[in-house]
């Protein structure tokens, strides 16, 4: 059985917050994304890469994903209604899907408008 994937052991310690302000400031100068990654890796003796963490693209990559989730749930709800828009039988139900479908449609294209104002923010800060 592999070890990573049977992780049921659960170790409690506790620390000052100095400790604490401590450990946190060494993890966040590395790659390991959760602390108990790090906490790991520094107790079982495996190699940590230090890094230098760019806040602005962590920031960045942060909004993007808040940005991914919102854009599927959009893209759900407007094939729903163009799924909808095909199955109307009658005019009064075609005109509520087509409302529907147009405001989906909005709301899809303002997304898209904020990531790309985003990007555009983010490229000028790197050609500073």
Known sequence: MNGNN???????????????????????RT?????????????????LVSTHRNRSLDDFMAEMALLRKELNSIGVNFNQ????????????????WLRVFQKDRQILLDQVEKIKLKI???ADEWLQ
């Not at 049977?6 to 966040?28: G, L």
């Not at 790659?31 to 190699?47: A, E, G, M, Q």
């Open 6 to 28: 049977n992780k049921s052991r659960v170790v409690n310690f506790r620390m000052t917050p100095q400790e604490y302000a401590r450990m946190e400031s060494k993890w966040k």
């Open 31 to 47: 790659t390991c994304r959760k602390l108990s990654d790090f906490i790991r890796h520094r107790v079982l003796d495996k190699p």
């Open 81 to 96: 209604a163009v799924h909808k828009l095909h199955m109307a039988d009658t005019p009064t139900e075609l005109k509520m």
């Open 120 to 122: 555009y923010s983010i």
